[in-house]
């Protein structure tokens, strides 16, 4: 399969928020003890099973993936940024972030892979740009 550029934007998707009863009652922390999850500048495709994790940086041009083969699978952060023209992608799960989740690096994508429900828990700010 070869992919081309085609000047037009990818169906958009309807993020839906969670209110009164729906919303968890206690707050997944993470503890750190997965340590802290980067990669570098132009490294490719990172992946990373379910877990506990510290602080989770894609670098530039890079991709981190979270996928366990096990779609409701739980991942626990302290704190996600994206970089410049990084991807973000993820399966079926719960996300927890106890701290911020940052998207609003320029050309940074949140891609989701497989079917299924994800949700994200976010204890802090959350910030994104949108897209142009």
Do not use: H
Request: charged share 15%.
């Amino acid at each position: 399969m070869r992919c081309t550029a085609t000047g037009t934007y990818a169906a958009q998707t309807t993020a839906n928020f969670l209110s009164g009863t729906e919303v968890p009652s206690t707050f997944q922390k993470s503890s750190g003890a997965g340590s802290d999850l980067s990669n570098g500048y132009m490294s490719g495709t990172l992946t990373r099973t379910a877990g506990d994790y510290g602080t989770v940086t894609v670098g530039q041009e890079s991709t981190i993936r979270f996928s366990s083969n096990a779609p409701g699978s739980t991942y626990r952060m302290r704190t996600v940024r994206t970089g410049y023209l990084s991807t973000l992608e993820f399966e079926a799960g719960s996300y927890w972030i106890d701290g911020d989740l940052d998207l609003s690096a320029q050309g940074s994508k949140l891609r989701r892979i497989g079917s299924g429900s994800r949700r994200w828990c976010c204890m802090s700010a959350a910030t994104w740009t949108p897209a142009r």
